[in-house]
Every structure is written in structure tokens, then in C-alpha cells.
């Protein structure tokens, strides 16, 4: 036998999230590879075990599936402490549920109240039920968020599988990584390639009402005004420049809301 064989690890990992987002799909999707139809709402916590293999070293997973429903904090409020992993998911249909992801935050921060402890924790953040036709969160947004609070983004299904697998394995490596360096996860490199004003941006010209506020000016502005905050925005946006999701048709939004408003004068 290898004398050097590592002995298996235990981890403890969470979910967090809204009620209905899916967190105890995602978690069923990948232990038991199947969907369920039917919303079985989580009572208080469900626990669970999985055994995986990360890098030739056995690793017991705990999981702890938590009620997303506010009647249930005072029962999960108990098992935030020394966790390892956490899966912080939203559905991509609901805004309000990608909106809560700041409070589920704080409310594990308020639990373990030793900031040091969570700074070990490895966090994923899953923009749930992709496979659902009205999205109201794109991805840049969630990706701006993870990247911003220092957690890796997935985009999932538990319906179709899609990113499970991915998730859960960037979560239990980079908590091994992180067990075999005294416990400090490696820091995620921000690689999107955009800034927070790109994304910004092109999300200004997808959600705004009229074409003034596309550009970012009042209702009668003189045609300098339009030309000059159309090329501050073309710079930001141009899809040669701005390789955000999206930076195409917002840069087409942009050309078509400087055309209609330059026709009127
Ligand atoms: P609580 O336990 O109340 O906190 O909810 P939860 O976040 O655990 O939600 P759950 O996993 O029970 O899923 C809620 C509902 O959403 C169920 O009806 C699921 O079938 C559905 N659902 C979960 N994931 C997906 C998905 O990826 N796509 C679609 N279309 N539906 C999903
Ligand atoms: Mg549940």
C-alpha cells in the first residue's frame, strides 16, 4: 500500500436560496441524476451524503439542503457554521430570487460572524432553470455579481442537467485544493474580459423605456448632445471592444435609438 495515501476528507456544503429555485433539484439532479416535476418544499433542512473521488483522495460530502422559506430561519439558521461549500442559487425566470442573493449572503454572515471563516468558504452561484423560455436575468448580470462577491457563476438546469456536473465539481475540487492549503480556497481569477460599465451598459439600452434614456439623456436634448453620448456609448459598446453577452444587440439598440432621435430633429 502507498504509505502516502491521503486519508479521505470530510466537507460540509450548503445551499442557499429563495424558495422554489430549485436548490433541492439541483442537489437531486446530481445525486440521483433525475428531475421532479412536482414542488416538494423543503421542511427546515434535508441532509444528505455523497461519496466522490477529487484527485485520487475519497472525499465525504455532507450536504445540507436548506429551506429557502423565511418560516424556516430559525431552523437552518443553525447549520451555516463550518461549512466549506455553499451553492447560492436563483432562478434565472424570477428577478426576485437573484435580487435575495444579497440577503442570503448576509444571513450566513451574521451566522458565522467570524469573518475569516467565510472567506473559506467556496461559493457557487447557479442561475437556475435556463431551460425556461422567459429569463428575466441574463447572464452578464449574474456573472457581474459572482464576480463581484468573489464566487464562481454556473448556468444550470436541474430539468436538463445542464452545468450540474460542472458545478459540483468545481465546488469539491476547489474545496480539496483548499483543505490541502490550511483551508484558504485559491482566489477566482476575474477573467471576464468586460468591465462592470460594459455590461452596465448594454443593460441601460435592453431594459430602457424610451430612447432618450437608452442614451442616457432628457426628452429634447439638442442634436450635439445625441451624437455625443451616442459615441461615449458606441465606444463602450462596440462588439469589437465590449465582448460581454449581449454587446451586439445593444449596440444595434444603440444605433437605431440615435437614428429615430436625430429624425425628429
Ligand atoms: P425550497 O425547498 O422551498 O427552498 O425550494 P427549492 O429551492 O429546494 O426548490 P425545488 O428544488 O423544490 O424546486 C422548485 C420547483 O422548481 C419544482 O417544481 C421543480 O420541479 C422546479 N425546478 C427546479 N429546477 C428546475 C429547472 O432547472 N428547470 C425547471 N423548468 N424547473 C425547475
Ligand atoms: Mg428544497
Known sequence: MDSKAKRPLRVKVISMGNSE???SCIIKR???????????ATI???YGVTKVKIKDRD?????????????????????????????????????????ALDTWLNEMKREIGNPAEIENVVFCVCANKTDRQKRTVDEAEGRIWADTHGCYYFET????????????????????EACENGGKPPSISTSLG?????????????NSKSDWERLGLYPGSSKDEINKAYRRLAVLLHPDKN????????????VSARTALLRGK
Open 21 to 23: 429555485v430549485g436548490k
Open 30 to 40: 446530481y445525486c440521483e441524476k433525475r428531475f421532479v416535476h412536482k414542488y416538494l
Open 44 to 46: 427546515g433542512i434535508d
Open 59 to 99: 472525499v465525504k460530502v455532507n450536504i445540507f439542503d436548506m429551506a429557502g422559506h423565511p418560516i424556516f430561519y430559525e431552523v437552518r439558521n443553525e447549520f451555516y457554521k463550518d461549512t466549506q461549500g455553499a451553492i447560492l442559487v436563483y432562478d434565472c425566470s424570477s428577478k426576485e430570487s437573484f435580487e
Open 157 to 176: 438546469s436541474a430539468q436538463t442537467g445542464e452545468g450540474i456536473n460542472e458545478m459540483f465539481q468545481t465546488l469539491f475540487s476547489t474545496i480539496v
Open 194 to 206: 468586460y468591465t462592470k460599465e460594459q455590461a452596465e451598459a448594454i443593460q441601460r439600452l435592453k
Open 243 to 254: 465582448v460581454a453577452p449581449g454587446s451586439e444587440e445593444a449596440f444595434k439598440i444603440l
